[in-house]
């Protein structure tokens, strides 16, 4: 299969209803190399660069309380930063970049996802398409 390793994705794809910062950015532990008092960051397997994560809860509507807030992984080589919180908001609408999926099995047995990204920003305005002749006539 073609297919092997993290799945690239665009960020519309995982959030089309966007996404909220509800936390702070955090290092990524590796427990593997870590021991007792000895924290060692997590290290990106394809570039070697640090792992960071943040948690975040997706706007979607229909999705259940459980199922809302998930934590994106960063590949960074220093500590990201969220934007600023918009006005009046009590969480900082984000989006990513470069954003990949990785399926795995939980310790439930069930499927899950683990989030990746190589940049964390304040949303774009979209431009809405152009309308086409047809819709002009």
Same mark, same amino acid.
């Given at each position: 299969?073609?297919?092997?390793?993290?799945?690239?994705?665009?960020?519309?794809?995982?959030?089309?209803?966007?996404?909220? &910062?509800? =936390?702070?950015?955090?290092?990524?532990?590796? $427990? @593997?190399?870590?021991?007792?008092?000895?924290? +060692?960051? *997590?290290?990106?397997?394809?570039?070697?660069?640090?792992?960071?994560?943040?948690?975040?809860?997706?706007?979607?509507?229909?999705?259940?309380?459980?199922?809302?807030?998930?934590?994106?992984?960063?590949?960074?080589?220093?500590?990201?930063?969220?934007?600023?919180? &918009?006005? =009046?908001?009590?969480?900082?609408?984000?989006? $990513? @970049?470069?954003?990949?999926?990785?399926?795995? +099995?939980? *310790?439930?047995?069930?499927?899950?996802?683990?989030?990746?990204?190589?940049?964390?920003?304040?949303?774009?305005?979209?431009?809405?398409?152009?309308?086409?002749?047809?819709?002009?006539?």
């Amino acid at each position: 299969m073609a297919l092997q390793g993290p799945i690239p994705v665009q960020f519309g794809h995982v959030f089309p209803y966007g996404c909220y &910062a509800v =936390g702070g950015v955090e290092m990524v532990k590796d $427990f @593997d190399a870590s021991s007792g008092d000895r924290v +060692v960051q *997590a290290r990106d397997k394809q570039t070697g660069e640090l792992v960071w994560q943040i948690p975040v809860m997706d706007a979607d509507p229909s999705l259940k309380a459980a199922q809302k807030t998930v934590a994106v992984k960063i590949v960074s080589p220093v500590q990201p930063v969220p934007p600023p919180p &918009a006005n =009046g908001m009590p969480f900082t609408p984000v989006e $990513f @970049d470069g954003m990949t999926v990785t399926p795995y +099995v939980n *310790a439930a047995g069930r499927l899950a996802y683990s989030i990746k990204s190589a940049d964390m920003h304040a949303p774009r305005v979209h431009a809405k398409p152009a309308a086409s002749a047809k819709d002009a006539a």
